[in-house]
């Protein structure tokens, strides 16, 4: 594998990262959602952008991380390919959990309830983990749900180990290698791909509506609603390695792709309280699976365009930008304590929702970015992320 025509995949993936840092910012105005630090005006606009561009962003994660699954597990072999799984993904997944995740909980339980527990290791053991905790003792506007073991972000950690220990076992069993049999290049064969995911979405969202989380066997966090999608763009990742389609698709048919994405884009972000069906889900229902249809063409054709954009946009980009690169991964581990000191710093700010919104998304970006680089300048630090 030449990695000078990988690098545009590693651009992707900051591209989204920045993107990623700004849905978490936004859901601290979001009306009607939890989020580590919540303010006040709220605004319906940002709840939306949080609910369009952060499932496509983390599906195209999903896709852009499966696509190496076979490089790294054709050079390591099962044993190895799994112990750098755990070593890159489960050990920054359980420390995330303790160094960053409950303490943020904790920080918002101190801010928005007064219910006792205002210590750090007892709301550890009676609130986040719920033992020996009161299930009505804390409730507040936002957060009803105990206990409240929820991993924030670190999800996708969690759903990456799974997808990589299925593919592992599915490797040992099979014994062979993923078949190339998704041929050249065609509309043809992405309708019919994009068509797939809508109908097993459909069936999924006719009984989860979105933004439905809860942990699958008591730990594993998911949006049901939204696991199909991330679920076949793992598999679809895998199947690309095999093929040529990342070098080769044209130009122009990708540039067709994210027109057309962009337009479905642009109408739901500013056009969605005249689509009927705006996200619907939750029900079996003509809404629910137009919406499905409509979401699943927006993020396919997006995905497309963006990686052809960037695989020829990347010769211009400045050879620094690599750097920004390498602490991709980082940023997203730590982004979130990060967006919510800003939040925090930014509290008494007097400026207009839309202005604080943009101020603190500048500022989480450019902070995430500069934490880790310098933190990843320590060997044992490079090792997990």
Known sequence: MDKNRLDYLDFLKVFMAIFIVTVHVALAYAPGIWWFYKSLPEDDWLLVYYQIINPIAMAL??????????????????????????????????????????PLHFFYHLQFRDCGYTTLYSY??????????????????????????????????????????????????????????????????IVAFILVLTTITFAMRTKFPLDYWNGFLGAIQMEYANVPKYALFVILGVLLYRTDWLTTFPIRRGMVWLGFGFILLLTTLFGYEYIPFFLASGEFGLNTFLWTLWDC?????????????????????????????????????????????VQYFFRDLSEPIYVRFLIECVVSVLISFAFTHFIRKSKTVRKFI
């Open 297 to 341: 063409f927006m993020t396919v054709s997006l995905g497309i365009g963006l990686i052809v954009l960037f695989r020829e946009g990347s010769r211009y980009l400045y050879k620094g930008f690599r750097q920004f690169s390498q602490n991709t991964y980082g940023v997203y581990l730590f982004h979130v304590p990060i967006v919510v000191f």
């Open 61 to 102: 994660f999903f896709l852009l991380s499966a696509y190496f699954f076979p490089a790294s597990f054709d050079k390591k072999g099962a044993k190895k390919f799994m112990k750098g799984k755990l070593i890159r993904v489960g050990v920054p997944f359980i420390a995330g959990v303790f160094l960053l995740i409950i």
């Open 124 to 189: 550890t053991w009676n609130m986040f983990f719920g033992i020996g905790g009161d299930a009505n003792a804390c409730h507040d506007r936002w957060l009803d749900i105990w206990p409240d073991l929820k991993v924030a972000h670190l999800w996708f950690l969690q759903h990456l180990l799974i997808y990589a220990s299925i593919y592992t076992l599915i490797r040992l069993l099979v014994r062979k290698k993923e078949h190339k049999f998704l041929g050249r290049p065609s509309n043809v064969k």
